[in-house]
């Protein structure tokens, strides 16, 4: 008996652990699009998972050759302080466009937080994903 219940509840632990949540603030979703054979357009779409409303958001959109070399980097703001802020659920998306790379293998483009500001507070933070929440202000 004792061994079955041992079993039982290491199910019950392999389990919790697979369906634990994900506590990531939010989701970031990049797309890229040519236009006109001569643009790349970024969009940059950022969905908030926090029970916080996020009054600033800020950081640069960072574009690398097929090498992993740094080409360009543009700083773009999401959500502005005079705007709405940006409600748990809820999601913002704002563009940015690149030239077009003159080879035939496209640029990656990733997109990096520098500055969050929640709604009521001073404070003024950056994000990394895998330290989290750094106040920087």
Known sequence: ??????????????????????????????????????RTMVNIQITNLMDKPLDYVEGFVIEKDSDKNLIDEKRIVLVYGYEPPLQKGFSTTRSISFEKPKKTIPNTYNFLISKIRFIGESRVFTWHPDIGFIRID
């Open 1 to 38: 008996m004792f061994k079955a219940q041992k079993f039982i509840i290491s199910i019950i632990i392999f389990i919790s652990f697979v369906s634990s949540q994900n506590n990531r603030p939010f989701e970031l979703d990049i797309r890229t699009r040519l236009v006109n054979d001569s």
